[in-house]
């Protein structure tokens, strides 16, 4: 037996635990670096879409066999909200990197990323049919990404519940170590006096939709309002309510459309917020932004006093002064308020993005576009009145069922990525000397075809501005004669293909709205029943290869509504 002696044995003994515990302060410090948190629809309340801290996905990692899909989740129901990522939350004693879930089954589902395992899930009650004049037979849950404040450990989520023969909005407010309530859920209500000054109308659940993802800014939880199928239903508004997010009492400020039933000749009273499931979002300030939908097919309701009818309009909006300080209505030819109106060529089926402070003259900016597929470029607090010629410039992006990304380049500069039509195009922010956006001549931009309406959603990873770390994430809507999806990755910089892979599919004829969630080396994606995984393999881990579930057929009776 070899000796060792004593003071030797204490100095090795040492040493390791030197090393053990050098090793777990690397790791830990690892760990810290990629502790992502995605607590919101597009990451932040600009709606950037952009995750610059992702350290794990560079280009060649994404290129490699390594890459791809490591686990399929089966869920209740379709999902049309962004997955929402809490990191190293313990629940069950254990430490999770938890992704939050919400389905139209009004089932929250907390789920492990490294492992896919259902970690909770808890279901808020019996999703509303579709109103009958809408001619489907699908259901309506929760559509709209929620959001989570991770101070006070809540998740805030909308669900349509049918009690009794009746469908309501209920507002939860969830833990998120045990999904249960930790206040009354809020039934929605409100009113709101119409333009004669003594007709009241009525929050009305039945003929209202809630699409745009929630808001939580100025202590408050904010949500937009829109109808169902369009002009099949009369009387429907749009609406902007909000709740103090502790105690989830109703605001006194809110914003509704206050036309009356007989002042819109075809009883079409929608300028609603819906923006293909966009979030409004909110400044530095507190003032929220959002885009509305198109009103009356007249084209007679929109009112210059600004004080009744602000449809097919970027809209700013303060909650301490509970009014508008600012709007946007366009005027081009062919794309005039009431021409948007008549031909349902609605302005808001984009979202509005701001972007990050910039440098220069004009250091807060707005981006947005709609059906028409001109994207505006905005000053935050004067973005232009009735006046296309007051905004800083029109690009051509294509038809936007979509919403922007922004991302900072490794030369300092920021840029806009807009995904109208098929197209991924990425626009550098100009700021001398005139503020203005340029098409980056160096991204080439790629082609994903769609079978339902144009555009798509696009997320964006980097590790800060390192060169060549940015990467641009898209889901695909399916093509005509498919019901997959497939999600996309790709050189912000050159716009070359790194990966595509089909990430679920979509039987529905709604479209499928679907946001990629980046963070911690895991790509999320959320689609019809089921949450794929996509990631790095670790040492002996297989890839699925292939989306092996059935295709499930259409739902009977469907029909193509936006």
Same mark, same amino acid.
């Given at each position: 037996?070899?000796?060792?002696?004593?003071?030797?044995?204490?100095?090795?003994?040492?040493?390791?635990?030197?090393?053990?515990?050098?090793?777990?302060?690397?790791?830990?410090?690892?760990?810290?670096?990629?502790?992502?948190?995605?607590?919101?629809?597009?990451?932040?309340?600009?709606?950037?879409?952009?995750?610059?801290?992702?350290?794990?996905?560079?280009?060649?990692?994404?290129?490699?066999?390594?890459?791809?899909?490591?686990?399929?989740?089966?869920?209740?129901?379709?999902?049309?909200?962004?997955?929402?990522?809490?990191?190293?939350?313990?629940?069950?004693?254990?430490?999770?990197?938890?992704?939050?879930?919400?389905?139209?089954?009004?089932?929250?589902?907390?789920?492990?990323?490294?492992?896919?395992?259902?970690?909770?899930?808890?279901?808020?009650?019996?999703?509303?049919?579709?109103?009958?004049?809408?001619?489907?037979?699908?259901?309506?849950?929760?559509?709209?990404?929620?959001?989570?404040?991770?101070?006070?450990?809540?998740?805030?989520?909308?669900?349509?519940?049918?009690?009794?023969?009746?469908?309501?909005?209920?507002?939860?407010?969830?833990?998120?170590?045990?999904?249960?309530?930790? /206040?009354?859920?809020?039934?929605?209500?409100?009113?709101?006096?119409?333009?004669?000054?003594?007709?009241?109308?009525?929050?009305?659940?039945?003929?209202?939709?809630?699409?745009?993802?929630?808001?939580?800014?100025?202590?408050?939880?904010?949500?937009?309002?829109?109808?169902?199928?369009?002009?099949?239903?009369?009387?429907?508004?749009?609406?902007?309510?909000?709740?103090?997010?502790?105690?989830?009492?109703?605001?006194?400020?809110?914003?509704?459309?206050?036309?009356?039933?007989?002042?819109?000749?075809?009883?079409?009273?929608?300028?609603?917020?819906?923006?293909?499931?966009?979030?409004?979002?909110?400044? *530095?300030?507190?003032?929220?932004?959002?885009?509305?939908?198109?009103?009356?097919?007249?084209?007679?309701?929109?009112?210059?006093?600004?004080?009744?009818?602000?449809?097919?309009?970027?809209?700013?909006?303060?909650?301490?002064?509970?009014?508008?300080?600012?709007?946007?209505?366009?005027?081009?030819?062919?794309?005039?308020?009431?021409?948007?109106?008549?031909?349902?060529?609605?302005?808001?089926?984009?979202?509005?993005?701001?972007?990050?402070?910039?440098?220069?003259?004009?250091?807060?900016?707005?981006?947005?576009?709609?059906?028409?597929?001109?994207?505006?470029?905005?000053?935050?607090?004067?973005?232009?009145?009735?006046?296309?010629?007051?905004?800083?410039?029109?690009?051509?992006?294509?038809?936007?069922?979509?919403?922007?990304?922004?991302?900072?380049?490794?030369?300092?500069?920021?840029?806009?990525?807009?995904?109208?039509?098929?197209?991924?195009?990425?626009?550098?922010? /100009?700021?001398?000397?005139?503020?203005?956006? /340029?098409?980056?001549?160096?991204?080439?931009? *790629?082609?994903?075809?769609?079978?339902?309406?144009?555009?798509?959603?696009?997320?964006?990873?980097?590790?800060?501005?390192?060169?060549?770390?940015?990467?641009?994430?898209?889901?695909?809507?399916?093509?005509?004669?498919?019901?997959?999806?497939?999600?996309?990755?790709?050189?912000?910089?050159?716009?070359?293909?790194?990966?595509?892979?089909?990430?679920?599919?979509?039987?529905?004829?709604?479209?499928?709205?679907?946001?990629?969630?980046?963070?911690?080396?895991?790509?999320?994606?959320?689609?019809?029943?089921?949450?794929?995984?996509?990631?790095?393999?670790?040492?002996?881990?297989?890839?699925?290869?292939?989306?092996?579930?059935?295709? *499930?057929?259409?739902?009977?009776?469907?029909?193509?509504?936006?």
């Amino acid at each position: 037996m070899n000796y060792i002696p004593a003071w030797l044995s204490r100095t090795l003994l040492q040493t390791r635990r030197a090393k053990a515990v050098a090793l777990a302060l690397l790791v830990s410090a690892s760990a810290s670096a990629q502790a992502v948190n995605v607590l919101t629809y597009h990451n932040d309340v600009s709606r950037t879409g952009w995750n610059s801290g992702e350290t794990s996905l560079t280009s060649s990692v994404i290129g490699s066999p390594s890459f791809g899909l490591l686990h399929q989740v089966a869920l209740d129901a379709k999902v049309d909200a962004q997955p929402l990522v809490v990191a190293g939350l313990t629940i069950g004693g254990a430490v999770h990197n938890v992704v939050y879930v919400a389905t139209e089954g009004n089932t929250i589902y907390a789920i492990d990323a490294s492992s896919g395992a259902i970690l909770l899930h808890t279901n808020l009650g019996t999703p509303a049919p579709w109103p009958a004049a809408c001619s489907t037979t699908a259901t309506v849950g929760i559509t709209s990404t929620p959001v989570i404040n991770r101070v006070s450990h809540t998740l805030y989520v909308m669900a349509y519940v049918f009690v009794g023969g009746t469908a309501e909005y209920y507002l939860h407010a969830l833990s998120l170590t045990t999904l249960a309530d930790t /206040q009354t859920p809020v039934m929605l209500s409100a009113a709101h006096t119409l333009a004669d000054g003594t007709t009241l109308y009525n929050f009305n659940a039945g003929v209202t939709r809630q699409r745009a993802a929630l808001l939580n800014a100025n202590g408050n939880i904010y949500a937009g309002f829109t109808g169902f199928c369009e002009k099949k239903i009369k009387g429907s508004r749009g609406w902007l309510l909000g709740w103090n997010a502790s105690t989830l009492a109703p605001l006194a400020n809110y914003l509704s459309n206050q036309v009356l039933p007989n002042n819109a000749p075809n009883d079409f009273l929608l300028t609603s917020i819906w923006m293909s499931g966009y979030g409004p979002s909110a400044a *530095p300030n507190g003032n929220v932004f959002f885009v509305t939908g198109n009103s009356d097919p007249s084209g007679t309701t929109y009112d210059k006093t600004k004080a009744i009818n602000l449809s097919e309009s970027v809209v700013e909006w303060s909650p301490s002064q509970g009014k508008v300080v600012s709007y946007f209505s366009p005027t081009d030819s062919g794309s005039d308020v009431a021409t948007l109106d008549r031909e349902d060529l609605d302005f808001g089926s984009g979202g509005v993005m701001l972007l990050p402070t910039q440098p220069g003259t004009v250091a807060r900016l707005a981006v947005a576009a709609g059906k028409v597929g001109i994207m505006y470029l905005m000053k935050q607090g004067n973005l232009g009145g009735e006046n296309s010629g007051h905004v800083l410039g029109e690009y051509q992006v294509g038809g936007c069922w979509c919403g922007p990304s922004y991302f900072t380049g490794s030369d300092g500069v920021g840029r806009v990525v807009s995904s109208g039509g098929a197209n991924i195009i990425v626009w550098k922010v /100009q700021t001398s000397p005139t503020t203005t956006l /340029q098409v980056d001549t160096g991204f080439t931009s *790629p082609s994903i075809a769609t079978g339902q309406n144009l555009g798509f959603f696009t997320s964006i990873s980097s590790n800060g501005t390192t060169a060549g770390s940015a990467i641009i994430w898209a889901v695909s809507r399916p093509v005509a004669g498919s019901t997959d999806v497939r999600l996309f990755a790709f050189d912000a910089s050159s716009g070359v293909q790194l990966f595509s892979a089909t990430a679920g599919t979509w039987p529905q004829a709604a479209d499928a709205n679907i946001v990629p969630t980046i963070a911690n080396g895991n790509v999320l994606v959320a689609s019809y029943k089921m949450l794929f995984i996509f990631g790095v393999a670790s040492p002996g881990q297989m890839l699925i290869p292939k989306f092996k579930l059935a295709r *499930p057929a259409p739902p009977p009776g469907t029909t193509a509504f936006e």
